[in-house]
């Protein structure tokens, strides 16, 4: 089981920055994948722009999603939990 996307913005660049529910938030950045397959539908900056949290993962307004194992270890993260 990978962690839960709570939060997920577009970013310049065909990026995505996401949070995650175990404190570690990162950028995905999705313009190497945007030539294959259902992420040609992706493309268009105002369809790019649309991506938010579905189900635990990220989803496009036209339906395009990412599997949560995909977001998780592609991000490039940083681990922002507290230290005691």
Known sequence: ???AVIKVTA???YKI???FDN???GILDMEPYLGF???SKI???SIFNTVSVSFD???WINGVDLDPKFVYEK???KNHSKKL
Do not use: A, H, L, Q
Request: glycine share 8%; charged share 30%.
């Open 1 to 3: 089981m990978y962690p």
């Open 11 to 13: 970013d310049k660049g």
């Open 17 to 19: 920055f996401v949070e």
């Open 23 to 25: 404190n570690e938030s």
């Open 37 to 39: 397959g259902v992420f």
């Open 43 to 45: 493309i268009e900056p």
């Open 57 to 59: 993962t990220v989803e």
């Open 75 to 77: 991000c490039v993260k």
